[in-house]
């Protein structure tokens, strides 16, 4: 059950090219295309680290094979929703 996750390659594109060229560089099936469009969304000001660490967590939600780890998470998103919720007040 291991998430994949960005590799120093692709950070080193991120870095070099700009957020804005790494939608140009990667291929649009690489697993982690989404978390790193997120990335960039939140480097452009549009994304809030919370609501990418709410995305994040209901993505290790649907990978989840053992029943109190998938309940630890939902606490977590419970969590974070709150928070987004009275941040947005």
């Known amino acids: 059950m291991k998430k994949d996750k960005v590799t ?3 950070l080193a594109i991120m870095v070099q090219g700009g957020f804005s060229e790494v939608g ?3 291929d649009k099936h690489d697993k ?3 978390e790193i469009k997120e990335w960039q969304r939140f480097a452009d000001g549009k994304f809030d680290v919370l609501e990418h660490e709410l ?3 209901k ?3 649907e990978n989840v094979i053992d029943r109190r780890e998938f ?3 939902k606490e977590r998103v419970g ?3 709150r928070v987004l919720v009275n941040k947005k007040k």
């Open 8 to 10: 120093i390659e692709k």
């Open 24 to 26: 140009k560089r990667l």
């Open 32 to 34: 982690n295309f989404e």
């Open 55 to 57: 995305l994040s967590i």
């Open 59 to 61: 993505r290790d939600l």
């Open 71 to 73: 309940e630890v998470l």
């Open 79 to 81: 969590r974070l929703e």
